[in-house]
C-alpha cells in the first residue's frame, strides 16, 4: 500500500495505478466484512479496532487516487498530492494488533487440539 501512495506523490499515472488499488480497496473492505462472522466477545475489541484500521486504510487510498486524479485541476490540490505519504500510525496500530493477536493464539493453543 505504501508503495501505492508514493507512486500517487510522485504522479505515476493513474491507469497504471487504478488496477492494483481497486483491488486493495476491495479487499481491505472485504476484510472489513468478514469481522462481521466473528462472534467471539473477547475478540470484539480486537475486530473493533480491525475494522476502523481496514476502513482507513481503504479510505487512504481511495482518496489519494481520487486526488491524483484531479490534482491537475489546481495547485493546492497538487499541494495536496506532493504531501501522501507513508501509512503512518493506523500501520504501527495494526502492527500491535496483529502482535497481540498473536499473543493470544500462543496462549490458547493450536487450534482442534482442544478435544
Known amino acids: 500500500m505504501q508503495r501505492l501512495l508514493f507512486a500517487v506523490r510522485d504522479d505515476y499515472r493513474l491507469a497504471s495505478l487504478a488496477p492494483e488499488a481497486g483491488e486493495l480497496v476491495s479487499r481491505y473492505l472485504a476484510l472489513r466484512r468478514e469481522l462481521r462472522d466473528v462472534k467471539s466477545y473477547a475478540l470484539q475489541p480486537y475486530t473493533a479496532a480491525l475494522s476502523e484500521v481496514f476502513d482507513y486504510f481503504a479510505q487512504l487510498?481511495?482518496?489519494?487516487?481520487?486526488?491524483?486524479?484531479?490534482?491537475?485541476?489546481?495547485?493546492?490540490?497538487?499541494?495536496?498530492?506532493?504531501?501522501?505519504?507513508?501509512?503512518?500510525?493506523?500501520?504501527?496500530?495494526?502492527?500491535?494488533?496483529?502482535?497481540?493477536?498473536?499473543?493470544?493464539?500462543?496462549?490458547?493453543?493450536?487450534?482442534?487440539?482442544?478435544e
Open 61 to 114: 487510498l481511495y482518496y489519494a487516487l481520487d486526488l491524483l486524479a484531479t490534482s491537475w485541476r489546481s495547485a493546492r490540490l497538487q499541494e495536496q498530492q506532493e504531501k501522501v505519504g507513508p501509512i503512518g500510525p493506523q500501520a504501527q496500530r495494526l502492527d500491535r494488533i496483529v502482535t497481540e493477536l498473536d499473543a493470544l493464539a500462543a496462549e490458547v493453543g493450536p487450534v482442534g487440539a482442544r
